[in-house]
């Protein structure tokens, strides 16, 4: 694979995780205005978002399992560290939406 193939991979990860990451922050207003259901919504689309990362992702895994060599360049590491934050941002956020839900 070589680098600009691997960039585009990495720009594809960042965008998708970027994109999530809007959205379930737009989840986290929809929570703070009790309107339980947007906020369902919200974080189901950032996951929506969340697969295309991941589907970039696991192709660049398949590559490698497959014997291709996959030099790590820095934005790589970049967008790795995107998707997993913002995946993990998700996660909190659905455990909010059921505590605001029984604060509510």
């Known amino acids: 694979m ?4 691997l960039q585009m991979a990495a720009f594809e990860i960042i965008l998708n995780s970027g994109n999530a990451r809007t ?3 737009e989840g ?5 205005a009790g309107d339980f259901e ?3 919504q919200r974080l189901d689309e950032a996951n929506e978002e969340l697969l295309l990362a991941h589907k970039a992702q696991t192709h660049l895994l398949q590559e490698y399992a497959s014997g291709t060599e996959i030099k790590i360049e820095i934005i790589m590491v970049h967008a790795q560290d995107h998707l997993m934050t913002t995946m993990t941002l998700r996660e909190v956020a ?3 939406l ?3 839900k029984k604060i509510k």
Do not use: P, T
């Open 98 to 100: 059921e505590l605001h």
């Open 94 to 96: 659905l455990e909010m």
């Open 38 to 40: 947007l906020a369902a």
């Open 2 to 5: 070589n680098s600009d193939e």
């Open 23 to 25: 959205i379930v922050h």
């Open 28 to 32: 986290f207003d929809a929570m703070r």
